[in-house]
């Protein structure tokens, strides 16, 4: 067997394994629980186990692995290793991840944001491929970010770069979770879209939401208020294009500060497809300098769900490279 590089994506639900060939064929995939309540211990035995049964089923030696990337949630140091303490693993205070897998596995590891690592994975084997700068924006809860720039992560000093999310698009805006007001994920997430949907009905707008919610306000989703615009409501359509106006007008100010030559929008949302993508690409120009703006293309994800696990690999081997 020639040797191949692992992708772990460590999440606080699931942990998503994936085997790469050096020339970029993903031979193998694996998805299991993370079972994060039992904290580090019992999720570190669970990706060990999750490797190691991935690599015997395809009669890989780990001997052959040249190295093994993680991706995991911030805050995190990506050269020593070191996950401090993500809200979603409960119990992990400063552990020290890339050097225990190492010990575990016996091969070189190394750890990175698991959002750079969707990034590159767009990059690396996904819509990116081909382009020398581009941007990622991951649409779900928040709004995550990461930026290659000449075929490399920008991590900046700290490693805190790329955190796009975090833009600031309103002064004096809506509280984000990170606290501060007004950044482009207190708009342009699904919890950003909820909010601007209740935001409307505390003004006293009229929509077919209020059924799908059994009158709960509380219970809205992205989800709903997807369908109920599908279907023509007028207040959810115009939820919707808000939200991706907000999403335009971030993206604007990354394509000017960046000149990308492409945007690549990841998650759920971008099933909404050209409801989505119309609006975001006709604020991205009307914000853009002409040159910059006609140039970068804003386009879904071309990995799905999987740019994460398969930019973990990507990640590993340029650094295993580099090294």
């Given at each position: 067997?020639?040797?191949?590089?692992?992708?772990?994506?460590?999440?606080?639900?699931?942990?998503?394994?994936?085997?790469?060939?050096?020339?970029?064929?993903?031979?193998?995939?694996?998805?299991?629980?993370?079972?994060?309540?039992?904290?580090?211990e019992?999720?570190?035995?669970?990706?060990?186990?999750?490797?190691?049964?991935?690599?015997?089923?395809?009669?890989i030696?780990?001997?052959?692995v040249?190295?093994?990337?993680?991706?995991?949630?911030?805050?995190?140091?990506w050269?020593?290793?070191?996950?401090?303490?993500?809200?979603?693993?409960?119990?992990?205070?400063?552990?020290?991840?890339?050097?225990l897998?190492?010990?575990?596995?016996?091969?070189?590891?190394?750890?990175?944001?698991?959002?750079?690592?969707?990034?590159?994975?767009?990059?690396?084997?996904?819509?990116?491929?081909?382009?020398?700068?581009?941007?990622?924006l991951?649409?779900?809860?928040?709004?995550?970010?990461?930026?290659?720039?000449?075929?490399?992560?920008?991590?900046?000093?700290?490693?805190?770069?790329?955190?796009?999310?975090?833009?600031?698009?309103?002064?004096?805006?809506?509280?984000?979770?990170?606290?501060?007001?007004?950044?482009?994920?207190?708009?342009?997430?699904?919890?950003?879209?909820?909010?601007?949907?209740?935001?409307?009905?505390?003004?006293?707008?009229?929509?077919?939401?209020?059924?799908?919610?059994?009158?709960?306000?509380?219970k809205?989703?992205?989800?709903?208020?997807?369908?109920?615009?599908?279907?023509?409501?007028?207040?959810?359509?115009?939820?919707?294009?808000?939200?991706?106006?907000?999403?335009?007008?971030?993206?604007?100010?990354?394509?000017?500060?960046?000149?990308?030559?492409?945007v690549?929008?990841?998650?759920?949302?971008?099933?909404?497809?050209?409801?989505?993508?119309?609006p975001?690409?006709?604020?991205?120009?009307?914000?853009?300098?002409?040159?910059?703006?006609?140039?970068?293309?804003?386009?879904?994800?071309?990995?799905?769900?999987?740019?994460?696990v398969?930019?973990?690999?990507?990640?590993?081997?340029?650094?295993?490279?580099?090294?």
């Open positions: 067997m020639s040797e191949v590089i692992i992708g772990v994506d460590l999440g606080g639900t699931n942990v998503k394994t994936a085997i790469v060939s050096r020339d970029k064929k993903v031979l193998a995939k694996d998805s299991r629980p993370t079972n994060a309540e039992g904290g580090p019992a999720v570190m035995n669970v990706m060990e186990q999750s490797v190691r049964e991935l690599t015997a089923s395809q009669g030696n780990l001997k052959d040249l190295a093994v990337g993680f991706g995991a949630p911030g805050p995190m140091n050269q020593t290793g070191i996950v401090y303490s993500p809200p979603n693993l409960p119990g992990w205070t400063n552990v020290p991840l890339a050097k897998m190492k010990k575990r596995l016996g091969v070189r590891c190394f750890v990175d944001n698991d959002a750079n690592v969707a990034c590159y994975g767009e990059y690396w084997l996904g819509a990116g491929q081909g382009t020398e700068n581009m941007a990622v991951t649409l779900g809860t928040g709004v995550g970010g990461g930026v290659v720039v000449f075929g490399k992560l920008l991590r900046g000093i700290d490693g805190t770069a790329a955190e796009l999310g975090h833009l600031k698009v309103q002064r004096d805006g809506r509280m984000c979770g990170c606290g501060s007001r007004g950044c482009l994920e207190a708009y342009a997430s699904v919890t950003g879209m909820v909010r601007t949907a209740k935001e409307g009905f505390e003004q006293g707008k009229e929509s077919s939401l209020k059924t799908l919610c059994g009158g709960n306000l509380d809205i989703t992205g989800r709903m208020i997807y369908e109920a615009a599908k279907e023509g409501d007028a207040f959810a359509q115009w939820v919707f294009n808000e939200t991706a106006t907000w999403l335009g007008l971030g993206i604007a100010s990354i394509v000017n500060f960046l000149n990308p030559e492409k690549v929008l990841c998650g759920g949302m971008i099933a909404a497809g050209d409801m989505l993508f119309n975001v690409r006709e604020t991205m120009l009307a914000n853009t300098f002409e040159v910059p703006g006609k140039r970068c293309q804003i386009v879904p994800a071309g990995l799905g769900e999987d740019s994460g398969i930019g973990c690999a990507g990640c590993a081997l340029a650094r295993y490279q580099a090294e």
